[in-house]
Nanobody, 123 residues
């Protein structure tokens, strides 16, 4: 019901835009989040956006470089990634939850998870 896309290979300093498309039900009332997991590392919170799009939250490691947005009419959430670094390399996944604090605190379970997309940043 959630599918992330847009990953790929990019050079350091470059940009990518990820999309998370929802289907099968209405997600316009759900808060949405982006997470990433690098090889051998724990999953980490990246960004979140409230259901109405008015509030956004970012991990310190991506603040000022990544921008999260959403288009409820298209049931899609975006993660614009600029000034990318090799340490941004990871599988990026999206999730939906009714409680945005569950997202920002990287709670183990979310209402819905999407399949991830691989992002590789070369130095």
């Amino acid at each position: 019901q959630l599918q992330a896309s847009g990953g790929g290979l990019v050079q350091a300093g470059g940009s990518l835009r990820l999309s998370c498309a929802a289907s099968g039900r209405t997600f316009s009332r759900y808060n949405m989040g982006w997470f990433r997991q690098a090889p051998g590392k724990e999953r980490e919170f990246v960004a979140a956006i409230s259901w109405d799009g008015y509030s956004t939250y970012y991990a310190d490691s991506v603040k000022g470089r990544f921008t999260c947005s959403r288009e409820n009419a298209k049931q899609t959430v975006y993660l614009q990634m600029d000034s990318m670094k090799p340490e941004d390399t990871a599988v990026y996944s999206c999730a939906a939850d009714r409680n945005i604090m569950d997202i920002t605190t990287n709670r183990a379970t979310m209402d819905y998870w999407g399949k991830g997309t691989l992002v590789t940043v070369s130095s």
